[in-house]
């Protein structure tokens, strides 16, 4: 057994180590073979060369990342022991700030494939972004929309999802057909609030500068110069997902996002996500970005929550 110190200098060790060594602890757990110890601003590694070498690099990597970006998480821990090249490629590149929220905070991409969805999205007029709930696939959609209509790059945002009931009845909620489908829009305004205020955004859809709508409001338009998002597309069929590919207008970005495994309608296999995925595989243009669990940027439950459904499905085939 071998033992390596390493120095912890002008960083933040709350920040680095996690609350209550949080962070050191998740990187402990992934080589059991192997102690960490940590204390003050040092950090002690004691096991076997091979394993120390590799702890050594890994917590190298974790520092050069914390000083570059300024921001360290477990999931990001997990990425980097998992020690896949394309991962650590693209963890090593400085990143950046998409938006300032309204209350000065910075919304950066913080997984491997919310970046690839960042660095699509310029380069793509239409992008699909599919994978499971809490990975970031509408937060950061919404984040690139605001943060093109404040470069001027487009001139108003639309963002829609199709009304599918989900267990409950729409004919059983109170009010009219806007009070009704109004619940379903809700994430999308949680999003945009969390990013501007409540104000900016009220003058901004008075003004059609922001629009929030059900999916068949969206018949019959061409949007240009517009910045589009269309979530929840798992739940559209497959002649409103062609209805809505074909709305796009010139110098407008398309962005639709979907999670496969949460499909509402009667009959899943009719879903227009994953009939356009078939369609459009091979279409120049276009990019599909894939989130997996390493892309969950909730509550660290989630993943545990998922896992534990994927694993009863399995059983149950």
Do not use: C, W
Not at 66 to 93: D, F, G, P
Not at 197 to 214: A, D, F, L, N, T
């Amino acid at each position: 057994m071998i033992e390596k110190t390493i120095q912890l200098e002008e960083i933040s060790l709350v920040d680095f180590l996690g609350v209550e060594n949080r962070n050191i602890t998740a990187l402990g757990t992934l080589f059991p073979t192997a102690k960490l110890i940590s204390r003050g601003n040092e950090i002690k590694i004691q096991g076997s060369q091979e394993v120390v070498q590799k702890l050594d690099e890994i917590i190298q990597s974790l520092l050069r990342h914390y000083r570059n970006q300024n921001l360290i998480t477990q999931e990001l821990i997990y990425q980097y022991a998992s020690q896949r090249e394309e991962v650590l490629y693209e963890l090593e590149k400085p990143t950046y700030t998409i938006f300032h929220t309204a209350k000065g905070k910075s919304i950066k991409p913080r997984t491997f494939n919310q970046r690839r969805l960042v660095n699509a999205v310029p380069e793509h007029a239409l992008t699909f972004v599919v994978g499971f709930a809490g990975t970031g696939k509408t937060y950061i959609s919404v984040a690139l929309a605001l943060q093109a209509l404040k470069r001027k790059e487009v001139e108003k945002i639309v963002v829609t999802r199709p009304i599918v009931e989900a267990g409950e009845s729409l004919g059983f909620l109170p009010g009219y057909l806007e009070e009704k489908t109004a619940p379903y829009l809700y994430p999308i305004y949680d999003a945009i609030d969390d990013m501007i205020s409540i104000e900016k955004r009220k003058y901004y859809q008075e003004h059609g500068i922001i629009e929030v709508v059900p999916l068949a409001y969206m018949r019959g338009r061409t949007l240009h110069n517009a910045f589009v998002v269309l979530d929840e597309a798992q739940n559209t069929t497959v002649k409103q997902m062609k209805m809505f590919l074909t709305r796009m207008g010139l110098h407008s970005k398309f962005i639709i996002t979907g999670d496969t495994t949460q499909i509402d309608l009667p009959n899943p296999k009719q879903s227009g996500l994953l009939d356009a995925i078939k369609i459009l595989a091979d279409v120049p243009g276009i990019s599909f970005i894939h989130m997996d669990e390493h892309d969950i940027v909730r509550h660290k439950l989630i993943k545990s929550i998922i896992q534990a459904y994927e694993n009863s499905e399995k059983q149950d085939k």
